[in-house]
């Protein structure tokens, strides 16, 4: 019994032994790993980066405006009578002095006949009195008289002339038709109105702005319009007159620009966003505008910073300006010169070791061209 307790025991001790140099060993792995641990670095995370440019900036003023046809008129007959013929279609393309309406003139073409007929007679007469007048058989007087008489016949004649043409109406304008607002056999009175022509391309979008902007306005100032008709397509023209009183009630002045229209996007009427470049420009420091993080107290940015021949980054507040295409302007927090990472921004943190890579980087411009439009 004795014997089996000794064994029992020398069993134990050597257990206790070999846990121990197994717990020996685990703990010098564990310390060697930890040390590892302490002494390894993360690699550095690629980036793109920028520099803050300084640049001149010429400010924009937006408005809202109208489109105004250079040429458009609401066309009216300017003689009573009975639609004949009718010579156009709805929203034609027409040019100039092409007809568009016809109304019965054989009343007038009779009157014609009548008074050609007696300028005719008038001529002969003045003639024979001319003949007459050599052998003294009829006075100055007579002659005189066969004169007028000739004048007369002739500005009847004209006068007729003038009635029939009016019968006929021709666009004033090339230009393209609305709505024909009148039928064939329908009995018009003078004035009545028969279509709308309006000529667009190019077309006119006028637009107010306060007096406090007159310094800055000058013709040819270049002009961009938009509108919720065409949304992303972008319209642009120049400034083309201005108006010389500034209106007293409201204390704006109205201004005029002229935009191509080849395709006849823009009507006239039209609401549309006006966005004018100023003619005075500034020194301005601009950045991408993916390079900012907004934040719950303020945007920020990351600029790059090298110390011991490393690249971190540092997080700036920074105060924003006005945007325009891919930039913003920084009106506080950065300086002409310092980088700052353009993209992907939200991966990082403060003092994060970070490598300079542009070999992807985006094509950051101010006017931007998508290629949809």
């Known amino acids: 019994m004795l014997r089996k307790f000794l064994w029992a025991g020398l069993g134990l001790g050597l257990a206790l032994l070999i846990a121990a140099g197994l717990a020996v060993a685990k703990a010098g792995q564990f310390n060697a790993m930890a040390q590892a641990g302490a002494n390894m670095q993360m690699p550095p995370t690629k980036v793109n980066a920028v520099e803050v440019q300084q640049t001149l900036w010429h400010n924009r003023l937006l408005a809202v405006g109208s489109v105004v046809a250079v040429q458009g ?5 300017e003689a009573e009578g009975r639609v004949e013929r009718i010579a156009f279609e709805a929203g034609a393309q027409v ?9 019965d003139d054989d009343l007038e073409q009779a009157q014609l006949k009548e008074a050609q007929a007696a300028a005719a007679l008038a001529q002969i007469t003045e003639k024979r009195a001319r003949e007459l007048i050599h052998s003294r058989n009829i006075s100055q007087g007579e002659l005189d008289q066969a004169k007028a008489n000739v004048q007369q016949t002739q500005a009847q004649v004209a006068y007729i002339q003038a009635l029939i043409d009016k019968k006929t109406l021709r666009a004033p304008f090339a230009g393209h038709l609305g709505i024909r607002q009148v039928s064939l056999g329908q009995f018009l009175d003078k004035g009545s109105a028969v279509v709308s022509l309006q000529s667009l391309d190019p077309v006119y979008v006028e637009f107010s702005l306060p007096q406090r902007y007159l310094a800055q306005l000058a013709e040819g100032l270049a002009v961009g319009v938009s509108s919720d008709a065409f949304p992303g397509q972008p319209f642009e023209g120049k400034v083309s007159s201005l108006n010389p009183n500034v209106d007293p009630a409201t204390r704006n002045l109205r201004v005029q620009a002229t935009l191509a229209n080849p395709q006849g996007l823009l009507r006239p009427g039209m609401y549309v966003t006006v966005s004018l470049t100023e003619a005075q420009s500034q020194e ?3 950045i991408p505008i993916t390079a900012v993080q907004p934040g719950a107290y303020g945007d920020s940015v990351f600029v790059v910073e090298r110390a011991e021949g490393k690249d971190s980054v540092r997080q700036q507040p920074v105060t924003l300006g006005e945007k325009r295409g891919d930039f913003v302007v920084v009106t506080k927090g950065l300086a002409a010169g310092q980088q700052v990472v353009s993209t992907g921004v939200f991966k990082l943190f403060p003092g994060m070791a970070v490598e300079v890579d542009n070999s992807l980087a985006p094509d950051f411009q101010l006017e931007p061209q998508p290629d949809n439009t």
């Open 73 to 77: 008129a609401q066309l009216r007959v």
């Open 95 to 103: 040019q100039a002095g092409a007809p568009l309406l016809y109304l």
């Open 284 to 286: 301005v420091l601009i």
